[in-house]
T-cell receptor, first 114, second 115 residues
Framework: NAGVTQTPKFQVLKTGQSMTLQCAQD?????MSWYRQDPGMGLRLIHY???????DQGEVPNGYNVSRSTTEDFPLRLLSAAPSQTSVYFC?????????????FGPGTRLTVT | AQSVAQPEDQVNVAEGNPLTVKCTYS??????LFWYVQYPNRGLQFLLK????DNLVKGSYGFEAEFNKSQTSFHLKKPSALVSDSALYFC?????????????WGLGTSLAVNP
């Protein structure tokens, strides 16, 4: 199993540009989520999904869109990049959002918005 | 409000000495508690969890954690630290989020093990 994969590893955007961060998992996990990690802020949940076709907002959803058309994929879209979105983004998956299941994390995407 | 606190930004310990990384929580109901580790430029890795049962939980890489309900704590411990244990450690607790659940994360504790 590849686990959770994320592409790209690094990205530089100009303010106002859009892009999609890709996330895929091959463990047949129901639950997938996107976090951003900023110094001194810990991990903050952006969006999550409890299954194909079902998504919901986390604590910092503004400026980001998600969709979940398949169990495997959970892309994160930045509609109009802003310098405040400079961060490291992690995708994670687990068996379920309701049980005490551990999350599996991807390697992260380091995004810089200039 | 439901929350997780890691009171120490950084912990320094000499190799071979025992280490403790502290975590306290405030949630309603019975907590599901987790510890994760993040090595430099890597994603987080699961270490261990407490759901129910024995208050002492054993996990990966020789780590263990003790659940203390009266003190609402879930401290991470290891009897003998290794230089390779140097990393960022996160405590998390599962909370209700409408019909689903989500994790609330502590801000992390940077562990430095000195040779």
């Amino acid at each position: 199993n590849a686990g959770v994969t994320q592409t790209p590893k690094f990205q530089v955007l100009k303010t106002g540009q859009s892009m999609t961060l890709q996330c895929a998992q091959d463990m047949n996990h129901e639950y997938m989520s996107w976090y951003r990690q900023d110094p001194g802020m810990g991990l903050r949940l952006i969006h999550y999904s409890v299954g194909a076709g079902i998504t919901d907002q986390g604590e910092v959803p503004n400026g980001y869109n998600v969709s979940r058309s398949t169990t495997e994929d959970f892309p994160l879209r930045l509609l109009s990049a802003a310098p405040s979105q400079t961060s490291v983004y992690f995708c994670a998956s687990s068996w379920s959002g309701t049980g005490g299941y551990e999350q599996y994390f991807g390697p992260g995407t380091r995004l810089t918005v200039t | 409000a439901q929350s997780v606190a890691q009171p120490e930004d950084q912990v320094n310990v000499a190799e071979g000495n025992p280490l403790t990384v502290k975590c306290t929580y405030s949630v309603s109901g019975n907590p599901y508690l987790f510890w994760y580790v993040q090595y430099p430029n890597r994603g987080l890795q699961f270490l261990l969890k407490y759901i129910t049962g024995d208050n002492l939980v054993k996990g990966s890489y020789g780590f263990e954690a003790e659940f203390n309900k009266s003190q609402t704590s879930f401290h991470l411990k290891k009897p003998s630290a290794l230089v390779s244990d140097s990393a960022l450690y996160f405590c998390a607790v599962r909370v209700n989020a409408g019909n689903n659940r989500k994790l609330i994360w502590g801000l992390g504790t940077s562990l430095a093990v000195n040779p």
